[in-house]
């Protein structure tokens, strides 16, 4: 299977600044990727699904000008958290998506203070 | 860490059962189960908390067993709209969310 990376793992920030995520798929082209956030002992909430090369398309209630998807290429994704503030804690997950196959990041984890 | 899934992949045809199997060699908080189908995003089917339960309904369930270290998806007289891939997810009730297992795909013939 793919070997997918997130960087960084976990992340502490103070309001009002910007969290850049990184997400690699490491052999694997991912010509689609899912962006999610998980609050604690919550399931996995979609927040934007985005194509290469293409603009994300965002999940209602999610604000496209504060999570920042870039995707441009097929094995490299970041979600930028811009502003962040305390309630924007969470734990994102990225899920590259081609062909076939479907793989999930092992997330990072943002804490803002 | 990784939870462990099988089988990898499973072909059926419409109307037979399939069950499959998430484990960990730690005890967890929780599992939680999502279908994929190709070019979607995962869908959520359940979570699982307490060791020894079940949880679904009569087509689509799922078991915890009692030391919280693994769980099964149950899948009763499959239909097409069944196929998929189905993951796992766990929790380990630290601060880190979910690790999800590499996937069953599960392909329903008629």
């Known amino acids: 299977g793919a070997v997918v990376s997130q960087h960084p793992s976990r992340v502490i920030c103070k309001s009002g600044t910007s969290v850049k995520i990184e997400c690699r798929s490491l052999d694997f082209q991912a010509t689609t990727m899912f962006w999610y956030r998980q609050f604690p002992k919550q399931s996995l909430m979609l927040m934007a699904t985005?194509?290469?090369?293409?603009?994300?398309?965002?999940e209602q209630g999610v604000e496209k000008d504060k999570f920042l998807i870039n995707h441009a290429s097929l094995t490299l994704s970041t979600l930028t958290v811009t502003s962040a503030h305390p309630e924007d804690s969470s734990f994102y997950i990225c899920?590259?998506?081609?062909?076939?196959?479907?793989?999930f990041g092992p997330g990072t984890r943002l804490t803002v203070t | 860490q990784q939870p462990v899934q099988s089988p990898q992949a499973v072909i059926l045809r419409e109307g037979e059962d399939a069950v499959i199997n998430c484990s960990s060699s730690?005890?967890?908080?929780?599992v939680h189960w999502y279908r994929q189908k190709h070019g979607e995003a995962p869908v959520f089917l359940m979570i699982l908390l307490k060791g020894g339960e079940q949880k679904g309904h009569e087509k689509i369930s799922a078991s915890f067993n009692e030391k919280k270290q693994q769980s099964s998806l149950y899948l009763t007289a499959s239909q097409l709209s069944y196929s998929g891939t189905y993951f796992c997810?766990?929790?380990?009730?630290?601060?880190?969310?979910?690790?999800f297992g590499k996937g069953t795909h599960l392909i329903i013939q008629p």
């Open positions: 985005s194509n290469e090369g293409s603009k994300a398309t965002y």
């Open positions: 997810g766990t929790e380990g009730g630290g601060a880190d969310g979910l690790t």
């Open positions: 730690k005890a967890l908080y929780s």
């Open positions: 899920s590259p998506a081609g062909g076939d196959e479907q793989y």
